[in-house]
């Protein structure tokens, strides 16, 4: 004789439904809530005493990270660069925001020419320090280029310089 829901009145059926859900939804819960055991929280006995020593030596005089050759430039040109600062008299209203809404930090430069993202390099001055494009001049200045200082001493010693600048 095969047993089935259907044969079963629907007063059985709705009281069974209603029990059956609250412990389905326990165990559920009881899956996801506890945590579980993983492999390195496990004591393992193979590794009870003093750690080896040549492991130790090896793993701190392998390199941590891995090397990043030095980008090529993709265009190479000499610009006319200067500095500036976080003042109201050299920037808008918000000295402290960029044109495209980021803050001001080191590293960042600011032209016209260049779309927002680029990352340029001034060998002669900065040496292998990249920067990137996250503000714009006023729009008579074109072909020119603003580096961002913290400091309005160093600004004005930066001054005016004609620098090779390679495009990556």
Known sequence: MKISLKS???????????????????????????????????????????VPEQVIKAYYNSPTLPQIPKREPRKVMVISVTAYNSEPGQTDSTPFTTAFGTKVRDGIVAT??????????????FGDKEFVVEDRMN?????????WMADRADAVNFGNQLLKMEIL
């Open 112 to 125: 016209n020419f260049l779309p927002k993202g680029t990352v340029v390099r001034f060998p002669e001055a």
């Open 8 to 50: 079963w009145p629907k007063a059985i059926k709705r009281g069974l439904k209603k029990r059956i859900k609250p412990v389905f939804l326990l165990v559920l819960t009881s899956l996801f809530c506890f945590p579980h055991l993983t492999e390195s929280q496990v004591i393992n006995d193979h590794l009870v005493g003093p």
């Open 139 to 147: 729009a008579r200045y074109y072909y020119k280029m603003d580096i």
